[in-house]
């Protein structure tokens, strides 16, 4: 069974910074793209930052130049550095991953509260 479960979440000053991972397990496929997403109360959930098998990211506009996401393809785990935080960063922060190559399933972990207080 394939799990994608998240750590590093948590309350922080505006600022500071986080550092958020995802481990994929339970699969031996290929893992495509994996990603963070977040989603904010009320708020629908959104792209935060993308990163392809090859290491190729995208980010959203927000964060560019604020955040890093990174793999570690022998660990199957992506990491989302977040620096100088702002309060309309605070979202819950969810783990997508790309899984079985061509005829790849997304998975979504469960989901890592960040709060960043003022």
């Known amino acids: 069974q394939v799990q994608l479960v998240e750590s590093g979440g948590g309350l922080v000053q505006a600022g500071g910074s986080l550092r958020l991972s995802c481990a994929a397990s339970g699969t031996n496929f290929r893992i495509n793209a994996m990603g963070w997403y977040r989603q904010a109360p009320g708020k629908q959930r959104e792209l935060v930052a993308v990163i392809t098998s090859g290491e190729g990211t995208i980010y959203t506009d927000s964060v560019k130049g604020r955040f890093t996401i990174s793999r570690d393809n022998a660990k199957n785990t992506v990491y989302l550095q977040m620096n100088s935080l702002k309060p309309e960063d605070a979202a819950v922060y969810y783990c997508?991953?790309?899984?079985?190559?061509?005829?790849?399933?997304?998975?979504w972990g469960q989901g890592t509260q960040v709060t960043v207080s003022s």
């Open positions: 997508n991953a790309e899984i079985g190559g061509s005829g790849y399933i997304n998975f």
